[in-house]
């Protein structure tokens, strides 16, 4: 089998080296300075001087005596320690603390936003810059929002472990909310000129992997892991090689990624077998059956409309009763779909939103209504701040006025 890049290699190892520090000594923003040094002393030093036999065990070293360094700063610095990191290296534990590290950076003291840069930092390993280039804000502005975050965690004096009974629930809620948000982010840029940033994308899988390594009897864990896999896997087929936005309905299935479709089918089999239904499960379940399907005219549309159903019932929110009405037109017809449409008019968090003014043009297009459908179109491409969302809109547009 043949060894991960070193790059590679340290974003995996650099979560469990963290975890490891922060359970030794504590405070988290020091130790995450200390293991920022130690990572950059490896990414200088290995590629001339080869991986060490056990590099974990190296950059815990490395990392712990910087750690010790900065206590011990009334006093000359150590030598260099990568110069004989392996010759004292201490005892490093078996355990791997990523997902404990994870609860950490998604402390509810904390934002959305700034769980999701600290993850991202703390557990990913992004640099800052890249972070920032992922958001599309100043690198200054990202790091005071990672900076300030680290700040609240330790004024909350949250303690390094697993929290217990229903405080862990509602923390793992938190935990694949954020990695949730990190993967559509990744798979559906919300501004910018590219439709999607696929290193966020495989940023989010990469992490939820990890966590379903450790929670693997959990069906929302395993149901958003496939729902993950079965979306990515559309990725090459959802842009022309001009990177204009082809809709589901249009794309070519032979592009999908079969392995992570196959892959995401059988997550949702298993995780379907459990106790309990939960959103990102019914979501992949949803994935699935579209995957299932050889083409667009074969989709099961009244099971994808069924599962709607219940994903609206036991988790209620507008962006399900938009793909709903999307379903229920294909079973009933569009008049059926315009028809619940019409219930989100009132809900002040879709007012004026893309998403509902581009599904509405594209029903009334439907019905044959084509300048109502032109219109909507029109102020759809207004409303998003995605370029390629922009073009694609626009073209609908133009072609319904052609």
């Avoid at 360094?69 to 110069?83: L, V």
């Avoid at 037109?329 to 003014?357: I, N």
């Avoid at 439907?366 to 032109?374: E, L, Q, S």
Wanted: include cysteine; charged fraction near 25%.
């Amino acid at each position: 089998m043949t060894a991960p890049p070193i790059e590679d290699l340290l974003r995996e190892l650099t979560p469990q080296v963290l975890g490891a520090l922060v359970r030794r000594y504590g405070q988290f923003e020091e130790c995450e300075d200390a293991v920022q040094e130690a990572v950059l002393a490896a990414a200088v030093q290995w590629p001339a001087e080869g991986v060490p036999d056990n590099p974990r065990g190296w950059l815990v070293a490395v990392a712990s005596r910087r750690r010790i360094d900065q206590m011990r700063s009334d006093h000359a610095r150590r030598e260099r320690e990568s110069a004989t990191a392996t010759e004292v290296a201490p005892e490093v534990p078996d355990t791997d603390d990523t997902l404990v590290l994870l609860f950490l950076c998604c402390h509810p003291t904390l934002t959305a936003a700034s769980q999701t840069a600290l993850t991202l930092r703390a557990v990913g390993g992004l640099t800052t810059a890249e972070i920032a280039r992922a958001f599309l804000v100043p690198e200054d502005t990202m790091a005071a929002r990672i900076s300030r975050a680290k700040q609240r965690i330790r004024a909350a004096g949250s303690s390094f472990g697993l929290p217990d009974g229903a405080e862990r629930e509602e923390r793992l809620r938190v935990v694949l909310h954020v990695l949730y948000l990190i993967f559509n982010e990744g798979y559906t840029a919300s501004s910018g000129s590219e439709l999607h940033r696929a290193d966020l994308a495989h940023e989010a899988i990469r992490l939820t992997r990890m966590v379903h390594a450790q929670l693997a009897e959990n069906g929302e864990v395993t149901g958003l892991l496939a729902l993950m896999l079965l979306t990515h896997a559309r990725r090459e087929a959802r842009t022309t090689a001009a990177g204009d936005l082809v809709p589901l309905g249009e794309q070519d299935r032979t592009q999908w990624d079969r392995g992570m479709i196959d892959e995401g089918i059988e997550l949702v089999k298993a995780a379907l077998a459990g106790p309990a239904l939960g959103p990102y499960l019914l979501q992949a379940a949803i994935a699935a059956t579209h995957a299932d399907a050889a083409t667009a005219e074969e989709t099961d549309w009244a099971q994808v409309h069924a599962l709607y159903l219940i994903l609206e019932r036991i988790a209620p929110n507008p962006m399900v009763t938009l793909n709903r009405a999307i379903a229920l037109a294909e079973t009933e017809g569009p008049p059926a779909g315009l028809a619940l449409l019409s219930t989100l008019d009132s809900d002040e968090r879709m007012a004026g939103h893309h998403r509902l003014l581009s599904v509405r043009a594209h029903l009334l297009e439907k019905t044959g209504d084509t300048a109502g459908a032109y219109e909507h179109y029109r102020r759809a491409a207004k409303a998003t701040a995605s370029i390629a969302e922009q073009r694609y809109l626009e073209s609908r547009a133009s072609r319904l006025r052609t």
